[in-house]
């Protein structure tokens, strides 16, 4: 039994909790970032909200993928917002 059978009762490598209090901790410390909602799907990570630059996008990006569990990460929902 492989664990990337991709069988619909594999579990991810942390839950989608834990991965969400992951990256939204590692988001923070990469990218400081005011307004950032963060939701995991199946190791799927949504991030939406506002950042300041689109580096700030980026950076988010990268640092959730830096977070161990997660296999895809949408940042479509970013928005940059000057202040």
Known sequence: MSANAG????????????IT?????EVATAAPI????VTTTNGVVALAGSVPSEDAVD??????????????VDASGL????R
Do not use: F, I, Y
């Open 79 to 82: 928005t940059v917002s000057n």
């Open 21 to 25: 209090a992951s990256v939204k901790s």
């Open 59 to 72: 950076q988010a990006r990268q640092a959730a993928l830096r977070v161990a569990g997660v296999k895809q």
């Open 34 to 37: 005011s307004d950032l909602n």
């Open 7 to 18: 069988a619909t009762g594999s579990e991810p490598v942390a839950s989608d909790s834990q």
